[in-house]
């Protein structure tokens, strides 16, 4: 690897909050290390058409609380092609860029070590707030999307009390139901349904809200990860066998957005530091992780081999408590 002047940073795949205070951290680390920092607009779209603009320690200024990403993000299909690949090797070359942070998940990585095949070193942060990347611990977004939710099930506990009824709450997570587990538990839901298990609505819905009736409950809250999906019949299902009111509430896009946890800036401010400290000290292509609560980095291969899984623990845990 050549030595690098000049890094690029970019956000990509689904935003998370506290991706601009990652930004914000790799622009000032960057040029109090000397490089050049050019940012690179919507993902890997951006590298592949020339749409950068040089970042400035002012560029950066007045983000630090703000969700969402000032440099924008976006999914890019042609950068899964080799065809897509020379272009933005080729525009990396064309605007001196050397090495490129990538604040994003899994998939933003795979993009990212195809890119590394030609030439580009490439160092990522994990940002997402679905918290399923196989390497780490913690992602930016996740803490902010957590508490976003259980904002969320506190103001819908109000009024299932009220009414008597059963809340149905369909969270976020295609694949992975780390937001669900956990705001299952912050929420003290009766039932968590998770992508990564099936379920079965007679014995894991339908007869745990029974038998909680059976011991003095009188209103219920159920979560649904997206990726099990369904909330509207599961509620459905719930009232014609259960003879309790039912309502569905799909959270939606409310938990990308919003102004980013203390924790999200100060971990996103740090993994950003990290990324520009591991370029300053001639490393290449690696991903900056947390594990058992300390910064780590490993080889982009070694990370994307990398699986986590929800606790079993977790799960037990949230039966006995809904109990
Ligand atoms: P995330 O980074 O949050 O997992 P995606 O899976 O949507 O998000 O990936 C973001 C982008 O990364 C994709 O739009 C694509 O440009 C790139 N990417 C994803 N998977 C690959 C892959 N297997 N090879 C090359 N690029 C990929
Ligand atoms: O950011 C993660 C995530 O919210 C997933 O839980 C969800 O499946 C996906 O992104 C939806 O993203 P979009 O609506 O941008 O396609």
Known sequence: MKQVKTIGVLTSGGDAPGMNAAIRSVVRTGIYYGFKVIGIKKGYNGLI????????????SDIIHRGGTILQTARCPEFKTEAGLKKAAAMAEVFGIDAIVVIGGDGSY??????SKYGVNVIGIPGTIDNDIGCSEYTIGYD?????VQDAIDKI???????????????????????AINVGISGGAEVVLLPERTFDINKDVIKPIIEGR?????HYVVIVAEGVGGAIEIAKAIEEKTGIEARATILGHI?????????DRVMASILGSRAVELIRDGAANRIVAVKD?????YDID??????KTIDDKLIELSMILAL
């Open 49 to 60: 058409n020339g749409d950068v603009e040089e970042m400035s320690l002012r560029s950066v």
């Open 110 to 115: 795979r993009g990212a070590r195809d890119l």
């Open 144 to 148: 902010t999307a957590l508490n976003t």
């Open 157 to 179: 506990r109000d009024t299932a009390y009220s009414h008597e009824r059963c809340s149905v709450l369909e969270v976020m997570g295609r694949h992975a139901g780390y937001i």
């Open 214 to 218: 059976n011991r003095g409950k009188k």
């Open 255 to 263: 938990q990308r957005g919003g102004s980013p946890t203390v924790r």
């Open 293 to 297: 609560s300390k910064i780590v980095d």
């Open 302 to 307: 070694e990370a994307l081999d990398m699986k």
